[in-house]
């Protein structure tokens, strides 16, 4: 069997650009999110909500280290505006199979970039009556932050550039990548 070549794709592979956080140190954080995760809701049976698709990869691999009981949900949303920019107008293209009321609820998000979409999804699933609600998030950009947000935990603080692999994509590209890179154009 041929070995998996490192940028997980032998197409477009000029557009990967500088890896930002290698496989490597990802697994290392995500091990320790999921210890301090594990610590901090023990007692309390915690519900997931994944945000699709790029949370996925995160998810998955963060519930493993994560050894209280434990439930996932997944929510996909569509942000209008162009490939690289979200606006704030959120729609639910999927909603929760299951009501969240008096549930401890933490959402899992790949990426808070403006943090517009984070914003909408505090707010709708807030509504619902969670007993507990906060937010997991893998990378943010602090400098493009248009709105000022809880961010519980976070993997990493990224500067402000495009990147994908590890569940995030352009154009729906890349997300494959074991190791989050910038996008090279
Ligand atoms: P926000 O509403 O501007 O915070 O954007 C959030 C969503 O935009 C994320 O969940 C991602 O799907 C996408 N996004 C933001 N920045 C990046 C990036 O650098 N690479 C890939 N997707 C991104
Ligand atoms: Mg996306």
Redesign the pocket.
């Known amino acids: 069997m041929p070995e998996r070549v490192a940028n997980g794709s032998t197409e477009g592979v000029s557009d990967v650009g500088e890896v930002l956080v290698g496989a490597d140190e990802l697994s290392r954080r995500v091990r320790e999110l999921g210890e301090e995760i594990s610590r901090d809701y023990a007692g309390r049976p915690l519900l997931l909500i994944g945000?699709l698709k790029?949370?996925v990869f995160f998810l998955s691999d963060l519930m493993r280290y994560i050894d209280i009981p434990v439930e996932v949900d997944f929510m996909a949303v569509a942000?209008y505006g162009s490939a690289?920019?979200?606006s704030?107008v959120v729609r639910i293209l999927k909603d929760l199979d299951t009501p969240i009321e008096g549930r401890d609820v933490l959402i899992v998000?790949?990426?808070?970039?403006?943090?517009?979409?984070?914003q909408y999804l505090l707010r709708n699933l807030g509504s619902r009556n969670p007993s507990t609600l906060e937010v997991c998030a893998l990378l943010t950009?602090p400098e493009?932050r248009?709105v000022s947000l809880p961010t519980k935990y976070v993997g990493f603080e990224i500067p402000d550039?495009?990147?994908?692999g590890y569940g995030?994509?352009?154009a729906e590209r890349h997300r494959n990548l074991p190791f989050v890179a910038v996008?090279e154009r």
């Open positions: 945000v790029g949370a942000s690289t920019d979200s704030g998000e790949d990426i808070v970039d403006s943090g517009l979409t984070l950009k493009r248009k550039r495009f990147v994908i995030l994509d352009y996008l």
